[in-house]
Structure formats: structure tokens, C-alpha cells
């Protein structure tokens, strides 16, 4: 979704019936990028993207994936392709930020993603890019989760289900610039269900 914020202006009153109360020019204002991205995960090095820190960790048993809190933004280029007849195009979203995210897992489903993204930078061309080969790595899939409470005392077989929310906060700055220069997350705000 891409909004110019064009602001219209009426002109003054003058000879005209309808003078003062029809437009008169158009302004154009900053621009405003926004989209989601729903998929299936088989991997999730994006997290830094989301949670603005570093991965440590092999993804091992032993070394399990461990990601910082960080306060510096990190950004995706995100690219849409029409392969058109005779004109192809290309419109590239650079900058754009994670702003939310949502995790969702069910005992014997894989484990689902939406991305609710935010930028202000729009590129359009003629020469689209070459395809991404897909992750050849298997959805994760969910068997269930243990709780421990109190004092580390395990309860298991008691989640079938769990829901983790991110959202960022992200606002957009501008500058002098009608594209986006920067974004700034704002309070982290971390939820999750059982």
C-alpha cells in the first residue's frame, strides 16, 4: 500500500459561481509505504530484523539461537516484479522496517509468520530482478511446550498452542524529503499467549 498524502488546495473566490469551493492545485506530501508478508518458517535469521539485534548461537540443542534486544534500525529491500508482454516493471521498497510481527504455532501445524512492514521510498523500473530460489530447509513444526513455575518446576504437556506478538513502534522520519530518511522504533512492546 503506497500513499502519496496529496493535499488539495481551493482557490480564492473571484468571478466564477463555484469559485473558493473547487480545487484549485494539488500538493504532493510524504510517502507512505506499508505491506505484510504471511509465510511459513523455515529459518529465522529475520528476527534481527525485528527485534534489532544480534543471533548468537548455532541453533543447536547445545547452542541454542539467542537474540539481543538492540535500539539501531535494521532494514529489508523488498522488490515486486511484473513480468508484463512488453514493458516489464519493477517497484523497489527499500528501507522498510519491521513494525509488528506475529508468531503462531499449533501442535502438528508449521509454524506461521506475519510481517507488518513500514517504509517511505518507492522505486520504479523497467528491468525486474532475477527470481530467489526458495529455502530448501523443512517448515518448522510445532509438538508442544512445557511451562515452569514455580521455582523451575516443570509442567509439560499443557500447550497445544502459543501466539508471540512484536511491535516495534517504528515512526517514520522525513526530513526535508517527501521519501523517508530514517525510522525510529519507538517502545518495544512484547506479548505472547498459551
Given at each position: 500500500d503506497v500513499d502519496?498524502?496529496?493535499?488539495?488546495?481551493?482557490?480564492?473566490?473571484?468571478?466564477?459561481?463555484?469559485d473558493g469551493r473547487q480545487t484549485a492545485k494539488y500538493t504532493t506530501g510524504t510517502v507512505n509505504a506499508r505491506g505484510s508478508v504471511e509465510f511459513l518458517a523455515q529459518k529465522f535469521d529475520w528476527i534481527e530484523y525485528l527485534l534489532l539485534g544480534t543471533k548468537t548461537g548455532s541453533g543447536t540443542v547445545a547452542s541454542p539461537y539467542v537474540y539481543a534486544l538492540g535500539k539501531s534500525t535494521k532494514s529489508i529491500t523488498i522488490t515486486e516484479n511484473i513480468?508484463?508482454?512488453?514493458?516489464?516493471s519493477e517497484r523497489t521498497f527499500a528501507g522498510m522496517v519491521i513494525n509488528?510481527?506475529?508468531i503462531r504455532a499449533s501442535v502438528g501445524q508449521p509454524v506461521s509468520v506475519n510481517l507488518e512492514l513500514m517504509g517511505g521510498k518507492l522505486a520504479k523500473d523497467t528491468s525486474i530482478s532475477a527470481a530467489v530460489a526458495l529455502h530448501t530447509d523443512e517448515l518448522y513444526n510445532f509438538s508442544g511446550g512445557t511451562i515452569e513455575?514455580?521455582?523451575?518446576?516443570?509442567?509439560?504437556?499443557?500447550?497445544?498452542?502459543?501466539?508471540?506478538?512484536v511491535n516495534n513502534n517504528y515512526t517514520i522520519l522525513y526530513g526535508f524529503s517527501?521519501?523517508?530518511?530514517?525510522?525510529?522504533?519507538?517502545?518495544?512492546?512484547?506479548?505472547i499467549k498459551f
Open positions: 502519496r498524502q496529496i493535499s488539495e488546495h481551493a482557490g480564492f473566490a473571484g468571478t466564477g459561481t463555484i513480468n508484463n508482454v512488453t514493458t516489464d509488528s510481527a506475529t513455575m514455580p521455582d523451575a518446576t516443570s509442567i509439560g504437556n499443557v500447550i497445544d498452542s502459543v501466539e508471540i506478538t517527501e521519501e523517508a530518511v530514517n525510522a525510529r522504533p519507538g517502545k518495544l512492546n512484547l506479548g
